[in-house]
């Protein structure tokens, strides 16, 4: 099961941080990731999290901006989104999946219930 939290209303230029915990079962060894879906938009891959906890990956969109970390010994993966833009609102889902390929394309076999960002201009 994958808990996401940390969403809420922030102006342009602000900062949030996302987090997603990670229980019932082990999450060792697999790709933890987030993904958004706007209003009227198809989910979209933000950032994903390679199993060794060292290798990241950015869609172009947030490059620059957001931050992917994880703490293995919690089962728990952090978005740091800075510079926040209007465009960036939407629900944020975390997910996981021993494939990195399945992570980034949206086939993740694990996912979290999702929490709202809201960027006022």
């Known amino acids: 099961q994958l808990q996401a939290s940390g969403g809420g209303l922030v102006q342009a230029g602000g900062s949030l941080r996302l987090s997603c915990a990670a229980s019932g079962r082990t999450f060792i060894s697999v790709v933890m990731g987030w993904f958004r879906q706007a209003p009227g938009k198809e989910r979209e891959f933000v950032a994903a999290?390679?199993?060794?906890?060292?290798?990241?990956y950015y869609a172009d969109s947030v490059k620059g901006r957001f931050t992917i970390s994880g703490d293995r010994a919690k089962n728990t993966v952090l978005l740091q989104m800075n510079s926040l833009k209007p465009d960036d609102t939407a629900v944020y889902y975390c997910a996981a999946d021993s494939s990195l390929s399945n992570v980034i394309s949206g086939r993740s076999a694990y996912w979290g219930q999702g929490t709202l960002v809201t960027v006022s201009s």
């Open positions: 999290l390679g199993w060794s906890g060292i290798h990241t």
